[in-house]
């Protein structure tokens, strides 16, 4: 009985000091990103990221989406939400062609 309580709890502490795998991509781009672009200064990882970007959109109720320093977007949740919806879910969106991260960013400083 001692073996098993042993074996039992092996599997916990094996599960709660274990690393977390990155969650894999769950969908590609399919739809062009809607809205004014949030500029973030750190790159999309296919995680979910601190701090709540699209919290601006529960304020007004304008579509917008996060784009990151990689060049990579994600799309907020429908207006009247405002969750990070594309990043909680590991969804992308296509940014426009004349929209560029980099300068946009070193634009607003």
């Not at 991509?25 to 979910?48: H, K, L, M, N, S």
């Not at 304020?59 to 994600?74: A, E, H, M, S, V």
Request: with cysteine; hydrophobic share 40%; net charge negative.
């Amino acid at each position: 009985m001692g073996a098993f309580f042993g074996v039992l709890l092996l599997i916990l502490l094996y599960q709660a000091v274990r690393v977390a795998k990155a969650p894999v991509i769950v969908q590609d781009a399919e739809a062009a990103c809607i809205g004014d672009p949030i500029r973030v200064d750190y790159a999309f990882a296919w995680t979910v990221e601190e701090p709540h970007a699209c919290a601006v959109q529960c304020t007004d109720g304008k579509p917008r989406y996060i784009l990151y320093t990689n060049g990579l977007g994600t799309q907020c949740e429908t207006p009247p939400g405002c969750n990070d919806y594309g990043e909680d879910n590991g969804v992308i969106c296509t940014v426009p062609a004349n929209v560029s991260p980099v300068s946009a960013l070193s634009s607003e400083s």
